[in-house]
């Protein structure tokens, strides 16, 4: 009976064959036993398919499918194939050192089972496994492509060389986005962005507690609240019903107060306008007032807040939008400074867009029969709270 032999090309022999050259026969199964364990070969694929050939009880560089290491050599022209036989049942370490920037797909010779593909560039080394798992379709596993950082394959995070915690990694149930990491070539970035089924995936960097997101020693602007501080020294009284501006001095070399007063009986008006950041959402926005109370009394004052917005072309002849009102009650002391809570969201008129003019008009509503505030309220500024969705204004 003859000998028979491994899809690897290890000789199987038979009983009473291979008289006088058992020792010779042997030793060559070891040599390729020895190359399927850490054997290198370097192929050049520079054909489309490149079969990797068995070379049966050779232990020599041409029994190609029997080396763990294979090294892809050559300048390839076009997206490349190479192949393996059906039977073949083992792992290989494979680098893509061909030249050429096109696909190299490795897989079995015939068959629809998995294949494992470098990507037209990739000159990575990937470790590979061929299961012979389908007489007909077997597949190919890139084992790289299916490492998952769930316990119990790595556990839930990777140590440093002193075997402290480095890097946490945590799972979401129905996952669809992650991670890309891209390196660049000079002059360039590396990149870490956002990727996966989702549309508009944010990128989000989270620091612990009261921790600041920073480059370098720098904290990074986030987009979110902003405030934009206007003096009344920035605002007018309207022409009809104008609050009316005025000094109150301390004491002399002290704090000196440049306020707009608002009468206690009559409703009383002041604007300013804004060409409102670039980086602002175009969305609602909220309010504080700084104030001081012109007499002693300790009701309730209440101010009162509206907008519009105005783009190239608009006529400012048009009406504010809905006001939001806040009340404060009077601190008892004059010349004492008084912040009221923040307003609650105020819609600005006219559909905000970019570049806008945004014209503001604050009133005290002392018509209202629960400003019962007695003193004139000495308007020192606003805090305008808006939202931003860039990082700047460019």
């Not at 294979?70 to 030249?99: H, M, R």
């Not at 998952?148 to 480095?166: K, M, Q, R, W």
């Not at 209440?302 to 009102?325: K, P």
Request: with cysteine; charged share 15%; hydrophobic share 40%.
């Amino acid at each position: 009976m003859a000998s028979t032999y491994t899809p690897l090309g290890v000789e199987l022999m038979a009983t009473g064959e291979n008289a006088g050259t058992w020792g010779t026969k042997t030793n060559t199964g070891l040599q390729i036993i020895e190359q399927i364990s850490g054997g290198y070969v370097s192929i050049a694929i520079t054909s489309t398919p490149t079969t990797l050939a068995v070379s049966d009880g050779a232990a020599t560089d041409a029994n190609q499918v029997a080396h763990r290491i294979i090294e892809f050599t050559g300048s390839i022209g076009e997206n490349t194939v190479v192949t393996i036989p059906l039977d073949v049942q083992t792992f290989y370490i494979i680098k893509n050192a061909s030249s050429g920037s096109y696909t190299v797909q490795f897989k079995y010779v015939t068959g629809s089972g998995s294949s494992v593909t470098w990507a037209a560039g990739d000159k990575s080394t990937k470790i590979i496994y061929a299961t012979a798992n389908d007489g007909t379709n077997p597949d190919l596993v890139d084992v790289g492509a299916g490492l998952s950082l769930t316990s119990p394959n790595l556990v839930t995070g990777i140590n440093d060389v002193a075997g402290n915690e480095l890097m946490k990694v945590t799972s979401t149930a129905s996952a669809v986005n992650e991670f890309t990491i891209a390196n660049a070539a000079s002059g360039n970035g590396p990149i870490l962005s956002t990727t996966g089924g989702g549309t508009n995936v944010d990128l989000n960097l989270n620091p612990k507690g009261s921790g600041v997101l920073k480059s370098g020693t720098a904290a990074v602007k986030i987009a979110g609240t902003e405030t934009i501080w206007v003096p009344a020294q920035a605002m007018f009284g309207t022409t009809t019903n104008g609050a009316d501006a005025q000094a109150v001095e301390t004491t002399a070399t002290r704090p000196e107060l440049k306020v707009l007063d608002f009468d206690a009986s009559t409703a009383e008006y002041a604007q300013f306008s804004i060409a409102m950041p670039k980086s602002w959402n175009l969305g609602t926005v909220t309010y504080q007032v700084f104030w001081s109370p012109g007499n002693t009394n300790t009701d309730n004052c209440i101010f009162g807040l509206q907008g519009l917005a105005c783009t190239e072309g608009d006529t400012a002849d048009a009406v504010f939008g809905t006001a939001q009102e806040v009340t404060d009650a009077g601190i008892g002391t004059v010349e004492d400074v008084q912040m009221t809570s923040v307003s609650s969201a105020m819609t600005i008129a006219g559909s905000p867009a970019d570049d806008d003019i945004c014209f503001f008009q604050l009133y005290r509503d002392a018509a209202d029969g629960s400003d019962t505030f007695t003193g004139d309220a000495r308007l020192m500024g606003i805090k305008l709270f808006y939202t931003t969705d860039a990082a700047n204004d460019g």
